[in-house]
């Protein structure tokens, strides 16, 4: 079956038979995962197209809820208790979990107010602190220096580069405990790209990381743990450094050789 | 409170007045719906159909002259109109694509397609009443024609657009000639979507009553003449519901019930002519 | 040969729009001058319509155009949004294929009916609760909101839907609730989209006729209250046109189409060319 390393670290989310199916699907998309994240890590999730990897993904805060008629079963813990529940305080939830997208995703305003969306959505209202927090925030994601003269300009105006870190900017804000990158670097150019793996590295001190990626390499670059799925299975979890070397599953290791995309 | 649990509240609040105004919209679609199910199936009778228009008090009055003068009417618009906007979208769509003129002409055809009807009215009056001495016919369709070829065009420049690129490629690779290559493989791909058009254009002119009032005019008797005053259906509306007599409000509830069936029936057509040919792609 | 034939074809069919558009303006124009020379800048600021003796000066026509249509505005818009948002982002699946379905199908009843109904049921409504005989600028505003609501609705609508999800998402990511969303996001976003829809919709007010003919009152005077009988431009030619009997008249009736015409087009071309360079309908 899977191998599936234990994690000796604490765990930020523990995933336990988690199977996922869209709605008017005859099949699950996702059949019985079983996996651990560490926690102050980057945990990497690789397969070829289809395989599952972004939906394991969203299903961390819950955005298929957005769309009515998927189900789920199975158990996804975050902080003692199972954020599948009915029950679960979504909008709570998002302020724990952050998401940074595919495409860079700022919003349509200044800088300044981008960076302090989610933090005026829980209500902070005093005029220094916002301030204190977005300097720290766009420090933290590298982009502070480039911007800090025009906080008040439309964030539209910035590369694509510099709109996503203002995008990972946003999300460490609110000073989350996990963020989960969607393929981030796919919509930008290699330079770019560099900066913001930096920045997954560094972050990690402070956050959990899961990153969802179709470049390998990427993986292997930024990761500490990394997880192959294939049809909707998590093939293999393991330190990202044996993954690639020593793979324990044959369809790992053929996916890692490029036998398959 | 929080500001979360205030913004949840305000999110509540906000979400069921939108949800309010919708079900407000739909509530006046069905009062009239309703007001003119509910009094033109009272006001229906064979007489209707058989019977020609009459004064007021007449015993045996019905709509034949404004049905049948309605159909003249459209049916002749739609010989003026369909054509001139299919070939013209033709144009916009294959010749003359992203050119500057392609975008005028689409960006005024636009604009048209928005301004007021009744000053089609006026301008036929001008052009083919007045050098005729009288309202005709032919005056009414020209303007329900000029009306509805900017749907038209639209539509068919939009449909043609759709054809893969590649389908066309393919004709020419053959060594098809342009207007072959239109003819047999652009409009094939594309048919479903510009009788779609077509009949939602009709549907559209169909319902017009401001461009006819004085080109066509109207007449409470029936004719196939079309140099003369010809019968419409929505200007007999107009002019039976605003009159003061029973029998004639009567009859224009029935001329309002039947014209909106054949309008909504052709909206209904042409959507599931676009539905179905979506589906089997 | 065929080729070269069915290509000029078309393309005198396509300038064939311009040609007529443009004939338009000039026949109008043409048939103004008679009252355009006679009047003057009085045609459009005298309110003064009398043809016993032949003097025209269309104020009340314009004034009752230009009111009607922003009363209409000011009861549409707030609902249009409305219906708008709930159609864009409340309505799931079958209830959303519904009540689009339906909002289309209200399109595309003939005004004459709108008329119709407004004048059998809507007018007495109005004459129970204000007094007065029912009809004027209140109720003809009114019947032409309702008219105008589905279109206004759909065109918002689409403006709203070319918002990205992924953006829609990113708010959503951040603790949003669909208000927060749709108020910061959407609306932004989709900013030039709807306004120009709005002033599309407006552009079509202006040059609504059959709704409004029924219950406006059809009196040539500027409106003393709300609820007074009064006028706008497209009622006059569809009451007058046929009873015109001089040609200072019918000189001054063309004047009247003419700023119709102009005033639409303007607007409408405002819209278009401002607002609506994104949202295409029916795409």
């Known amino acids: ?261 | 409170m929080t500001a979360t649990q205030k913004r949840i509240v305000i999110n509540r609040i906000a979400l069921t007045l939108s949800s309010l105004s919708a079900v407000v919209a739909l509530g006046f679609l069905f009062w009239i719906l309703y007001v003119l199910v509910s009094n033109g199936i009272n006001a229906l009778n064979w007489n209707i159909f058989t019977m020609e228009g009459a004064p007021p008090g007449y015993e045996d009055s019905g709509l034949k002259h404004a049905l049948v003068g309605q159909l003249i009417l459209v049916g002749l618009a739609t010989l003026i109109g369909v054509p001139l906007g299919i070939m013209a979208g033709t144009y916009l769509s294959e010749y003359g694509k992203n050119s500057r003129l392609a975008h005028a002409i689409r960006d005024i055809s636009d604009i048209m397609m928005s301004a007021p009807s009744i000053v089609i009215g006026a301008f036929v009056y001008a052009v083919v009443v007045m050098p005729m001495g009288h309202f005709s016919a032919w005056a009414g369709a020209i303007a329900l024609g000029i009306i509805m070829i900017p749907i038209i065009l639209r539509t068919t420049d939009d449909m043609l657009q759709l054809v893969p690129g590649t389908l066309r490629e393919a004709a020419f690779a053959l060594g098809a000639p342009k207007y072959k290559v239109i003819m047999d493989v652009v409009y094939r791909g594309a048919k479903a979507g510009i009788l779609t058009g077509v009949l939602l254009g009709i549907a559209r002119v169909g319902g017009e009553t401001a461009p006819l009032l004085f080109t066509s005019f109207n007449d409470n008797f029936f004719t196939t003449d079309l140099n003369e005053a010809m019968p419409s259906l929505t200007v007999t509306i107009f002019n039976y519901a605003i009159s003061p007599y029973e029998d004639w409000q009567q009859l224009g509830w029935a001329a309002a019930f039947i014209l909106s069936m054949f309008i909504l029936g052709l909206n209904i057509l042409g959507r599931l002519i676009l539905f179905y040919g979506k589906k089997r792609k | 040969m065929l080729d070269k034939i069915f290509h000029n074809m078309t393309r005198f069919s396509a300038l064939l729009i311009l040609f007529i558009v443009a004939w338009i303006f000039v026949v109008l124009f043409d048939h103004s001058t008679e009252a355009m020379q006679a009047f003057g800048f009085d045609f459009i600021a005298k309110d003064e319509w009398a043809p016993n003796v032949d003097k025209f000066g269309a104020y009340a026509a314009i004034f009752g155009s230009v009111v009607s249509t922003f009363l209409a505005m000011l009861i549409a818009i707030p609902v249009a949004i409305g219906v708008a948002i709930f159609l864009s982002e409340i309505a799931h699946d079958k209830i959303k294929g519904f009540f689009g379905v339906s909002v289309e199908l209200l399109a595309a009843i003939p005004s004459v009916i709108y008329g119709m109904w407004g004048l059998f049921y809507f007018v007495p409504i109005i004459r129970d609760l204000f007094g007065g005989m029912g009809i004027g600028l209140l109720s003809a505003a009114i019947v032409l909101s309702i008219m105008i609501l589905p279109f206004m609705a759909a065109v918002t609508r689409d403006a709203m839907n070319t918002t990205p999800d992924i953006l829609k998402e990113s708010a959503y990511a951040l603790g949003g609730t669909q208000w927060d969303v749709i108020k910061d996001i959407i609306i932004p976003y989709a900013k030039a989209g709807i306004i120009g829809s709005l002033i599309l919709a407006l552009g079509r007010a202006i040059g609504e006729t059959m709704a409004v003919t029924f219950v406006m009152g059809n009196v040539h005077h500027t409106p003393t209250s709300i609820l007074s009988p009064t006028t706008s431009i497209p009622v006059t030619l569809a009451n007058e046109f046929t009873e015109a009997d001089s040609s200072l008249y019918f000189s001054s009736l063309f004047g009247l189409a003419l700023t119709l015409l102009v005033m639409s087009f303007v607007v409408i071309a405002v819209a278009k060319f401002y607002f609506l360079r994104k949202v295409r309908k029916g795409q």
């Open chain 1, 1 to 261: 079956m899977a191998s599936i390393i234990d994690i000796q670290d604490e765990c930020a989310l523990h995933v336990r038979d988690f199977e996922f199916t869209y709605k008017g699907a005859s099949a699950p998309s996702l059949k019985k995962i079983t996996m651990p994240i560490a926690k102050h890590a980057v945990t990497a999730l690789i397969g070829p197209s289809g395989c599952g990897k972004t939906t394991l993904l969203r299903s961390f805060n819950r955005m298929h809820d957005l769309y009515p008629g998927n189900t789920y079963a199975g158990e996804i813990e975050f902080e003692g208790r199972n954020i599948l529940a009915p029950k679960e305080d979504l909008i709570h939830l998002r302020t724990k979990i952050g998401m940074i997208f595919q495409k860079p995703t700022a919003f349509p305003m200044s800088i300044f107010d981008n960076v302090a969306y989610g933090m005026r959505l829980q209500g902070i209202k005093n005029k220094s602190e916002l301030e204190g927090r977005v300097e720290k925030a766009l420090q933290d994601a590298a982009l502070w220096k480039e911007v800090k003269d025009r906080l008040k300009h439309d964030a539209n105006g910035l590369s694509g580069g510099q709109q996503q870190r203002l995008c990972i900017a946003r999300a460490i804000a609110v000073e989350p405990e996990v963020l989960l990158f969607d393929e981030p670097t796919s919509a930008l150019d290699p330079i770019s790209t560099q900066g913001i793996e930096k920045l997954v590295i560094e972050l990690k001190e402070r956050v959990s990381i899961i990153i969802v990626t179709h470049n390998m390499q990427q993986a292997a670059r930024v990761s500490d743990y990394t997880g192959f799925m294939y049809l909707g299975e998590l093939v293999e979890l393991g330190h990202t450094e044996e993954l690639f070397v020593t793979p324990k599953e044959k369809l790992t290791q053929e996916y890692i050789t490029g036998k398959f995309g």
